[in-house]
């Protein structure tokens, strides 16, 4: 049994807060002791936590970026908890989990699970330069994706030992049940035709989610005469601009915003297709969501992408920014029976290679060999082959 400590910037909705929660109720099924510690009190996520009579959760209540009470609260968790393995997700956590860990005088490996793909201005790569020896002194580095791990690598992110993992979610959970007649009501309940094309997106409303290109996209189906409408799922503080897009092109009937959902599978299954028009995804849980849902993707040609879509089988990919691309490969899916057959494609693979048992499998493997003690195994720098 492992006693997992893991440690997270916040419980806000994010794919590397989402990937935590899963590993840490997956891990603590299968019987290992786990524990959490969020940095900032942003708790929407509390919810979806399925702790184990042991576990425990706890919130640090950082008020800046580095908060010395904060840190002296994880410190302590660490001393009583006394964790074999401690697995920080992103950057942030992972300075956290370091400088508590020597603080607490602890010799628990270090593991940090990074979901980034991209460094932006000035700002981002002052950070990324002092997150480098964290990342050095880390024992293993998890990548989502190959792409993203050829990525860094040349751009010295790395630790120990450096491993890929991909992304999985809950085939079985994702499967779409629903009948036609519960499909139905729900687009009506939407506002939403039988005859409409409806595009969905499952993203927090960020700039780098791009949402406004899907804006664009719906306006330009429509001068095609498609009936195409967008369903964005989700909610943040882009809201307002992509609102004002929609008014200023005349959609702003067709463009519907959920705000979060704790679920969001019943908003997929009734949607026709998905897009995600990204500026930068690592390897999107949202897309295989999607996808195991039985919804072709169109996604922009960012990050794992090419690792999960099949252009032409399961999805199609498009040139980031291109939105006259973007267009044409939504315009392609609005013929029902191609995407009808596509979306069986794309269940199918994520069955084959993107479960989450399969991703719980890995790290559990992962976790074990790194927690056994030093005098069991040889550690050393492992870098998978290019």
């Not at 095609?224 to 092109?249: K, N, T």
């Not at 705000?259 to 849980?285: H, I, K, Y």
Request: some cysteine.
């Amino acid at each position: 049994m492992l006693r997992i400590l893991f440690v997270t910037s916040s419980l806000e909705h994010g794919g590397a807060e989402r990937q935590t929660v899963t590993l840490l109720n997956r891990l603590g099924e299968r019987g290992h002791d786990v524990h959490l510690a969020f940095i900032k009190a942003h708790g929407a996520q509390l919810e979806r936590l399925r702790l184990p009579p042991a576990g425990s959760v706890r919130c640090l209540h950082a008020r800046r970026h580095v908060d010395m009470a904060a840190l002296g609260a994880l410190a302590r968790a660490i001393e009583t908890l006394a964790p074999t393995v401690i697995v920080a997700a992103n950057e942030y956590a992972l300075l956290y989990a370091t400088l508590a860990r020597w603080r607490a005088r602890n010799k628990a490996p270090l593991v940090v699970t990074y979901h980034a793909l991209r460094a932006y201005g000035a700002k981002e790569q002052v950070k990324l330069a002092a997150c480098r020896p964290l990342f050095w002194a880390a024992h293993c580095a998890v990548f989502v994706c190959e792409t993203q791990r050829r990525r860094w690598r040349p751009r010295a992110l790395f630790a120990r030992r450096n491993e890929v993992i991909v992304n999985g979610v809950d085939v079985d959970a994702f499967a779409d049940r629903a009948i036609p007649a519960e499909r139905a009501a729900l687009r009506r309940k939407l506002g939403f035709a039988d005859a409409d094309y409806v595009i969905a997106k499952t993203a927090a409303l960020r700039p780098e989610k791009n949402h406004l290109q899907l804006v664009d996209a719906v306006a330009l189906l429509r001068a095609r005469g498609i009936p195409a409408r967008a369903l964005m799922i989700g909610d943040g503080e882009m809201r307002g601009a992509i609102e004002a897009r929609a008014r200023a092109l005349g959609v702003v009937e067709h463009v519907t915003i959920t705000g979060f959902e704790p679920d969001v599978r019943p908003l997929v299954a009734a949607a026709d297709v998905t897009v995600l028009c990204s500026f930068t995804e690592a390897l999107s849980l949202a897309a295989l969501e999607a996808m195991a849902l039985g919804k072709p993707v169109v996604h922009s040609a960012v990050g794992g992408a090419a690792e999960i879509i099949a252009p032409g089988n399961t999805g199609f990919l498009f040139p980031v920014g291109d939105t006259p691309a973007l267009v044409d490969k939504l315009a392609a899916l609005a013929d029902r029976p191609l995407r009808s057959t596509m979306g069986r494609h794309a269940r199918a693979a994520v069955v084959k290679s993107f479960s989450e048992n399969a991703m719980v499998d890995a790290y559990e493997q992962l976790l074990s060999e790194i927690a056994t003690p030093p005098s069991s195994v040889t550690i050393g720098l492992r870098v998978p082959a290019e």
